[in-house]
């Protein structure tokens, strides 16, 4: 387990490192020198350039310069956004609440509803609701998730007028309190549909294929020979085998759920990361956008890891 | 019907097996639709210029016209562009995009793949290491950045798509080169002197290349999910007619001119079904575990 676990954690190092170093190359690769890729292209002071050029050490040879690079990085300096003025990484982290609150709340609830349907279908197989379970899966597999999210806004806010199609709060009204809280569940309710009908077909078809894996294996068979009740079997033997294959795709999935949150909070002008990418790219404030790529590749591999180890806890055939 | 196609076949490996292969095919369902759709995909790429009622590229006079106003039937943008011209001229792009990027990744997938698990030991250790590090960096950050600091052409689109999704085809392929290199034809191979490359090539990857195909039809839909993404941020190809981009330009009008955007969507979640379908489709047809279930 020890072994296992260091593994792992070396493993989560190791693609942290491969992030930053990809990063690196990409700045060095880009169109137009480092520097201005950093400064932005329109800023031309001569002693920003110089505080730069100092700071990254880009007169030292390029291995040295990397090292440099990775100190910097690694201390938290991910450098200065264009745009605010302000450092990169505190910038992100006053954006990084929103994106939390939409991508948690995404994640258990996809991953509840998206196990429960696969259970049922599962075991109804080829039944009517089966097949249009898995039908609407592969449905919302192949759709853009800004697409639906923009669906949404037409049926909900556009024709229906029911929800809030933008923001996080009503900024006309100033409430407080519980009040408040009830606004932003409000405004919460669109893009939080989006990721979860997105995410549920994922969840549905690992739930269902590994249930029905595991309703096949033989000890399932004896089990039943020995007359114990097929609800005891199922609850007691076959959830507990089938769940695990979930906890490896939740990882996954937080991968791609911390992706795919940032153009739905484009689509609903949450003010969340995804937001500020979004200038970051219309302002070509190209250090705010390397950071949020670094920070949600840590978060991604840490997610990651995490999971691993809470699935060889669980999971003691793993543990090798 | 089954005793007459087997008094034919007896004794004919090569044409039973094929005929085998064409059987799973019909009765594959996901298979059957996925071929449909994508012959009518291809046709209509083909045939694009022939198809279409207006030119999608023409700015015309008729600004924001509704459905069927103007025998634009779907419409036309802010522009003036007829929207269902647009959308049968997306499909090339679609196409393009989907085809380009996953030739790469496949290429570099199978390259990087075969080598590990044909020479295994160190070399093998390393690339793995490398491809489990690769696959948990969420690449579509790392192809937005990219495009966003370089030109976001779509030539380019299609190379950094290709360029950050061969990890999944390598992994695919270094589990078969792992079995196949123990096989005895590449014994054989090694004793009648053959070098490493001739091995890799005449017999590691062509007999272990079926798992990157069903993956590949997987990664295409990736692709064109990805191109969309990207165009509907702004980073896409100014020059080329996208599903994506008129999804991003229809947001603006979102509320007066719902048919810009929605149509487009449409088009995608078609095309990357189609692609889904293929993939799990050739999954079914190449696993001989799988068995087709009715209903299932």
Redesign the interface.
Known sequence: MKKYVTKRVL??V??I???FT??FL?IRL??GSPIS?IMGKDNDDPLLRAALEAKYGFDQPLILQYFIYLKNAFSGDLGLSIIYNKEVLSIISERLLPTLLLVLTAALLAVVIGTFMGMYAAKH??SRV??FFSGIS??F????A???G??L??IFS?VLGLLPSYGMINSRTSLTGVDYYLDVIRHMILPVSTLVLVEIPIYFRIAKSSIVQTLNEDFIVTLKATGMSERKIFNKYVLRNAILPTITIFGISM??L??GVA?IE??FAWPGTGDL??TA??Q?D?PT??G??LI??VS??LV?VVVDIIYATLDPRIRF | MVTSKKGLYVGRNENKKFNRTLLKIKSDTELKFGLTGLTILVFVAVFASLLVPFDPYFFGPDILNKLGENQHILGTNHLGQDIFSMIIYGVRTSLMVAVGSALISAVIGILIGGIAGYFGGKIDLVIT??I???M???T???I???I????SSITNVMIVIGLTTWPSNAKLIRAQALSIRERTYVKSAVAMGETNLQILFKYIIPNGIFPVLANTTIGM?NAI?TE??LS????GDPNVISW?QM?FM??QY??SA?WI??F??VA??FT??VF??LGDGLNHVLDPKHKS????
Not at chain 1, 141 to 144: A, E, L
Not at chain 2, 293 to 296: I, M, N, S
């Open positions: 493993m989560g190791l693609t490192f491969v992030v990809i990063n990409i880009a169109p890729t197989e080829g089966d097949v592969y449905m597999n192949s759709m853009p800004f697409w639906l923009l669906i806004i037409i556009s991968g791609y911390i992706t153009l484009i689509v990418m979004l790219i219309n070509r190209y956008l390397m949020i790529y949600m590749s991604v591999a990651m | 290491e490398c489990n590090a690769f948990m960096v969420p579509f950050f790392l937005l950045l990219i966003a600091l370089f030109d839909s999910l969309a993404s509907f941020l702004g980073l994506g999804i229809g947001k979102l509320t719902w955007s929605t487009a969507g995608i979640v990357v079904t889904y379908l279930r009715k209903g299932a």
